[in-house]
Each structure stands twice: as structure tokens, then as C-alpha cells.
């Protein structure tokens, strides 16, 4: 585990990567801290970078591919593919701070996951999806939202800077263009044993973050 962890462009203390994973291309991977990702994952980034931002989360068997073959004349698929010739990268395949990814999740080159998203499980991504925003399927659609707009606000207020943080008039604009009429999943409510758990480890850990209350 630390030897993979060690061949990867970044990879902060605190990224939790579990085996039995597999990574080509460990030099374009960035991981940053508190990213975690589950077993029997396959990363393929020879071509373009894998980026995962702080606080984000993936589920059993992710698949990441950075780049795509080129068909070439009078090239034979075999030695196209082997040899990488004529790879075409769209961009880097990047997934913003706090997204959660389910089960079995495809990311294709193209794929930019926004801040604070939630992948369903089974659902394949090879484009932009905006923040906060809930997808499923194939091709994927946005069921839901992650909070609502008072939420992605206090939100935002607990987990980044003033700098780091998408304004009101940005949070206005998502709700605008794409979450009209739909329904947000989360919550603000938290048990006591659950608020408990969560205020030890943050006094355990150094984590400089404040408790949600
Ligand atoms: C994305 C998710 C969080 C949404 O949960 P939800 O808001 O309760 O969604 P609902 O069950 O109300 O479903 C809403 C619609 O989306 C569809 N849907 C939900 N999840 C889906 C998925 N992963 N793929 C395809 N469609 C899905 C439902 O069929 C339903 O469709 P309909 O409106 O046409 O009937 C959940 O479905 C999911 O995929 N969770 C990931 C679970 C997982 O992988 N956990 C591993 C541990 S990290």
C-alpha cells in the first residue's frame, strides 16, 4: 500500500487507498487529503492527469480512464492501443472537494464532477456535473441536489475559507440553471451519539476544522 501511495504525483498522509486496487500511469494521479478509495479500483492515467480534491470519497470498484485510443490508418488496433500511438486527451478527469461516489462508478475522459456531488452507484460520468448536484445512470441525469440552497450556504461556510467558498449569487445561479422543482437529499439533523463520534475524532485528529455546531 505505501509503495503504491509512494509512486503517485501527490498523495497526502491522510489519503486512505485500498488494495487490492490497480494504478497505470501513477505519475499523473494526484490525491489530496482526506480522499478515500475502496478496493478492487482501477485507475488508468497514462494519458491525462486523475485528480481528487480533499474530503472526497469513492466506493468499491471505481474505474478511471484519463485518455482514449485513436483509430489510425494503417495502424493495427494491437499496436495502436499497446503502444499508445495517437492518444487523444480531452482533459484531465477531476473530482472537485466532498463528492461521494457509489458503487461500480465509471469516470471517462471529460469527466469534472463539481463540488459537494453525489455519483449514484452503477453511473457512468464523462462530463462535466455540476455542484452539488445528485446523477445516476447511463447517461446520467440529475435526480436531486445534495442540500438545499440555505444548506449548500452553511455548508460551504463549515468546510472552506472565505476564498475557497462559492458565493451566494453562484449557489443562486446553480439552482437557476439546474436544480429547479427537484428535491435535496441531505439533512442538517445529527444525533447526539453520531454528533459525539464526530466531535471526538475531530478532537483526536488535526484536522483544522471547526465542529458543525
Ligand atoms: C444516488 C442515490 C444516493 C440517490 O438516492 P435517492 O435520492 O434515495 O434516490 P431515489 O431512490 O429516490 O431514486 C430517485 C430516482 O433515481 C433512480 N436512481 C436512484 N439511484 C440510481 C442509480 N444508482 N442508478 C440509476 N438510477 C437510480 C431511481 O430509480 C428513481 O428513478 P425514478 O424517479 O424514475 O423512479 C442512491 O440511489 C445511490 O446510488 N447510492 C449509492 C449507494 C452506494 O453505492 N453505496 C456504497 C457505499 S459508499
Known amino acids: 500500500m505505501n509503495k503504491l501511495k509512494s509512486l503517485l504525483a501527490k498523495c497526502s498522509p491522510t489519503t486512505q487507498l485500498f488494495l487490492p486496487s490497480r494504478i497505470l500511469g501513477a505519475k499523473n494521479v494526484y490525491l489530496h487529503d482526506y480522499v478515500r478509495i475502496m478496493p478492487q479500483s482501477v485507475i488508468m492515467a497514462s494519458g491525462g492527469k486523475f485528480i481528487m480534491k480533499k474530503f472526497s470519497g469513492a466506493s468499491f470498484n471505481l474505474t478511471v480512464v484519463t485518455s482514449n485510443h485513436r483509430p489510425t490508418v494503417g495502424i493495427p ?3 495502436n492501443n499497446s503502444l499508445h500511438i495517437n492518444e487523444v486527451i480531452k482533459g484531465d478527469v477531476i473530482i472537485e472537494e466532498d463528492c461521494w461516489l457509489g458503487m461500480n462508478v465509471s469516470l471517462l475522459p471529460g469527466a469534472h464532477i463539481g463540488r459537494g456531488a453525489i455519483v449514484g452507484a452503477n453511473t457512468l460520468v464523462n462530463r462535466e456535473i455540476p455542484p452539488y448536484a445528485v446523477v445516476v ?19 460551504e461556510k463549515k468546510l472552506y475559507s472565505q476564498d475557497e467558498r462559492l458565493s451566494e449569487k453562484q449557489v443562486d445561479e446553480l439552482f437557476d440553471k439546474y436544480y429547479a422543482g427537484l428535491k435535496s437529499i441531505g439533512t442538517s439533523e445529527l444525533n447526539e451519539p453520531d454528533f459525539t463520534t464526530y466531535n471526538d475524532f475531530l478532537a483526536s485528529s488535526n484536522i483544522n476544522y471547526h465542529s458543525i455546531r
Open 137 to 155: 445512470g447511463n447517461p446520467n441525469r440529475i435526480i436531486a441536489t445534495k442540500f438545499t440552497r440555505t444548506e449548500i450556504i452553511q455548508h
Open 77 to 79: 488496433n494491437f499496436f
